[in-house]
């Protein structure tokens, strides 16, 4: 079992920024990947970025150039860096994690851009 517990969200006005956290509550190196996800009103989830147990990173199209992920080691924590917000970035976002080829995910932080 994997608990995963996220931080960061808030309403943030266009063009501002917002890092999220997501602790495991075990090694991120026991874990495949980690990564984000997030679910727009009357959207499906949709996925924004992954870092893998090696340390390779991805990101949405949608999302390159402005998002970053990143992780912490010591503390098995996962961030999300996320710069020049833009209306459409407005969600809900939730950490995922892939341990022995099983998904965990945590409860979901609200972002909303928005003036």
């Known amino acids: 079992q994997v608990q995963l517990v996220e931080s960061g969200g808030g309403l943030v006005q266009p063009g501002g920024s917002l890092r999220l956290s997501c602790t495991a509550s075990?090694?991120?190196?026991?874990?495949?990947?980690m990564g984000w996800y997030r679910q727009a009103p009357g959207k499906q989830r949709e996925w924004v970025a992954t870092?893998?147990?090696?340390?390779?990173?991805n990101a949405a199209d949608s999302v390159k150039g402005r998002f970053t992920i990143s992780r912490d080691n010591a503390k098995n924590t996962v961030y999300l860096q996320m710069n020049s917000l833009e209306p459409e970035d407005t969600a809900v976002y939730y950490c995922?994690?892939?341990?022995?080829?099983?998904?965990?995910w945590g409860q979901g932080t609200q972002v909303t851009v928005s003036t």
């Open positions: 870092i893998t147990s090696s340390g390779n990173t």
């Open positions: 995922h994690a892939d341990y022995a080829f099983r998904d965990f």
């Open positions: 075990r090694s991120i190196f026991s874990l495949r990947a």
